[in-house]
């Protein structure tokens, strides 16, 4: 099945600055989401994006399908942003979602 | 309602019962899917619906585990004789139409089994 890579793993960030995450995947794919997983557990979208750019308050994503990656910005970072941000892609079926590892953040105040 | 709602939020079991999930996906949503999330993992796909029937199950693990959406809107996932292994927060997600649509995901119902 596709294979979709997250990175970095861990990331800790001061307050106030800013980052960059990154999907690689391994197939063409019609589905691409980015989610922030609270403490709670709880999958909070943040971009359904397959193709191209989009911004939404601090948080901005940009999808190059042809190049087969995804990058999440995240500018002037808040302790609030804080947790597990996954990458999903549909996969061969063309409808599950594959999930990455995800990218754990922690943002210290 | 305004989003995915499951229940229980949180469900502790002793080894080898019976338990069962709940998921009410957004009004109008014709597609419903199934994931499980272990500890440090991405959630993991188990079963889709659209409308009543299960369009793949590929993703259960084994014949324990067991989904049905009789009316097309509320699922409901079966485990039988619970195992520590199934331990484990168990995802559901709706879809307003297969395929490529967006997924929403409710808060999880946390199953632990001791």
């Known amino acids: 099945g596709i294979q979709v890579e997250q990175s970095p793993p861990d990331l800790i960030l001061q307050e106030g600055a800013n980052s960059t995450l990154r999907c690689n995947f391994s197939?063409?794919?019609?589905?691409l989401q980015w989610f922030h997983q609270n403490p709670w557990g709880q999958l909070i979208n943040l971009f359904y994006?397959?193709?191209g750019t989009k911004q939404n308050g601090r948080l901005s994503a940009t999808t190059v399908a042809t190049e087969r990656y995804s990058l999440l910005y995240i500018s002037s970072s808040q302790t609030t942003d804080s947790g597990v941000y996954f990458c999903a892609v549909d996969g061969n079926s063309g409808y599950a979602l594959n999930f990455g590892k995800g990218t754990s953040l922690l943002v210290t105040p | 309602g305004a989003g995915v709602s499951q229940t229980p939020s949180n469900k502790v079991t002793e080894k080898g019962k019976y338990v069962e999930l709940r998921c009410d996906p957004i009004s109008g949503h014709t597609a419903l899917y199934w994931y499980r999330q272990s500890l440090g993992q991405g959630p993991e796909f188990l079963i889709y619906?659209?409308?009543?029937?299960?369009?793949?199950d590929s993703g259960l693990p084994n014949d324990r585990f067991f989904a049905v959406r009789p009316e097309g809107s509320v699922s409901t996932l079966k485990i039988q004789r619970t195992e520590r292994g199934d331990s484990a927060m168990y995802l559901c997600a709706s879809s307003s139409q297969g395929g490529t649509g967006e997924l929403f995901f409710g808060e999880g119902s946390r199953l632990t089994v001791l």
């Open positions: 619906f659209q409308g009543t029937g299960a369009a793949d």
């Open positions: 197939d063409s794919v019609n589905n």
């Open positions: 994006i397959p193709s």
